[in-house]
């Protein structure tokens, strides 16, 4: 579950009237299965959310959250919180029996559903915008949904974007042309666009528009041969190699993918590499 999710689901429940304890990485040395910043949490009926990496590590802060929301012994505490330094290896008396060999320091923080403003996560919301709304795009709607998106699905065709299909997407959108893409979207520097209209003039006519927006990531779908052909067309109109550079297409990471399932994965992979900051030459923010 993504640091959005976590977020999303400590709110509900604050919302519910149950007590959270939250759990965050705050610092690691070495090896560890996390690293700073990742979330899990924990509320009052036992259900958790989030990970901090898994195994023993993972199940210590179980019992640890359960024995804290048992004592209520943080709400003595001026910031509810405490934090713990966890010895990751299978050497020291007192440390974790784990493979890593890093540490890592792991913070407490008791959160009543009476202080809800004591929970001040700051989310920025992350839009993915699938334009096209076919096969590709209602199979990578949902992944993308899945793994922290808000999602916005665009087509000029309303048999193609309406709620029967993509039920539980942000936004669903239909535009009288694909010339007209972008009218009444602002993209930022957390936008993802992601092309996969039907045909090459829906895809150019998105493309032109898109290269003219702020995004962290534009990727598009089809063959080198017809990607190149549009840039032809595009370069003919005056747009620059560094803006075309910046086109991840073919769309998706090389795994040799066919069906409209296993491709939107290859999609979301490629997007998670982007907004993990590892392809920053790719952005236009």
Do not use: W
């Amino acid at each position: 579950m993504s640091y959005k999710g976590v977020v999303y689901h400590v709110r509900e429940a604050l919302d519910h009237g149950y007590d959270v304890m939250l759990v965050t990485i705050a610092d690691t040395k070495g090896s560890t299965p996390r690293h700073q910043g990742a979330i899990m949490a924990m509320d009052s009926t036992g259900r958790f959310y989030g990970t901090i990496g898994g195994g023993k590590i993972e199940a210590v802060a179980m019992e640890e959250c359960k024995r804290l929301m048992e004592t209520g012994e943080l709400m003595e505490v001026p910031d509810r919180s405490r934090s713990v330094e966890y010895k990751l290896n299978t050497k020291d008396k007192d440390a974790i029996d784990m493979g890593c060999g890093g540490d890592a320091n792991v913070k407490y923080t008791h959160i009543s559903a009476d202080e809800p403003e004591r929970f001040n996560a700051d989310v920025e919301v992350e839009t993915a915008y699938i334009f096209g709304g076919g096969h590709i795009g209602l199979a990578l709607e949902p992944v993308l949904r899945h793994i922290g998106f808000d999602t916005v699905v665009i087509d000029d065709r309303e048999e193609f974007a309406n709620r029967e299909r993509f039920p539980e997407a942000s936004e669903v959108r239909v535009v009288d042309s694909y010339k007209n893409s972008f009218d009444g979207i602002e993209c930022d520097r957390n936008s993802y666009i992601i092309i996969v209209t039907r045909g090459h003039k829906g895809d150019l006519d998105v493309l032109r528009d898109a290269l003219k927006q702020k995004y962290r990531y534009l990727g598009m779908i089809g063959s080198r041969t017809k990607n190149e052909t549009l840039y032809g067309i595009l370069r003919e109109e005056g747009v620059s190699d560094a803006d075309i550079a910046k086109v991840h297409a073919p769309i998706g990471l090389a795994i040799h993918s066919e069906t409209p399932e296993e491709i939107s994965i290859s999609i979301a992979a490629e997007v998670i590499v982007s907004r993990s900051g590892h392809d920053e030459e790719r952005s236009n923010i």
